[in-house]
């Protein structure tokens, strides 16, 4: 392993990202959902929508939230109707990230909504929203990168990768998604 000199490291110093409030607030969250939440049955839905909400979270009664996700920051979730984060799936929400009516997060999933500005010299952090719109789904283990947004029923197949937006109705996979084909659905706001 390199050792920095003093002029290297003085590179790497951008200060802190967060204030030392958004800090203590995500730490009390983390020690929350894991004592309150983590171990709860899936059919404890409620219980872990109230935990959420009361972290500053908008989350639709019928939204379903499995108990080993692990969700960034609250504050920065939208969850509509019927709309569900899967387990273990990871929500980092630097930024806003939103689930439409009926859209879905599959167990492994991840959205980012975080990255670096990788030629700044103190690699500072830049958030940027996701967005799944209405039955959109990200399929197991697929991962969404910042400023994503998953068009109006638009599916990230398993371990996909989505750096930039995805468009309605196509079913999308690989590194980096690529389309395959559209998708033929049976639902009444589907497009002929």
């Not at 859209?103 to 830049?126: K, P, R, Y």
């Not at 309605?168 to 659905?185: E, F, M, S």
Request: aromatic letters at 12%; a positive charge; proline letters at 6%.
């Amino acid at each position: 392993m390199d050792i920095l000199n003093a002029a290297e490291q003085d590179t790497w110093r951008g200060g802190r990202s967060f204030t030392l409030r958004n800090r203590i607030y995500r730490a009390v969250w983390q020690i929350t959902w894991f004592v309150f939440a983590s171990w709860t049955p899936p059919q404890s839905n409620a219980w872990r929508r109230f935990l959420l909400r009361s972290f500053g979270a908008q989350v639709a009664s019928t939204a379903g939230i499995y108990p080993s996700a692990r969700i960034w920051s609250p504050a920065n979730l939208v969850i509509g109707d019927c709309a569900c984060i899967g387990p273990r799936t990871t929500i980092y929400s630097m930024a806003t990230i939103t689930l439409e009516a009926y859209s879905l997060v599959s167990q492994g999933g991840c959205l980012c909504a975080g990255t670096h500005d990788i030629e700044d010299q103190n690699f500072q952090l830049m958030a940027r929203p996701i967005t799944l719109c209405r039955r959109a789904w990200v399929a197991a283990e697929a991962f969404v990168g910042p400023g994503v947004t998953i068009g109006r029923g638009a599916v990230l197949g398993a371990r996909g990768c989505a750096f930039s937006n995805l468009e309605p109705w196509t079913v999308y996979a690989g590194n980096p998604a690529r389309p395959l084909k559209t998708r033929a659905v049976r639902f009444s706001d589907c497009p002929t």
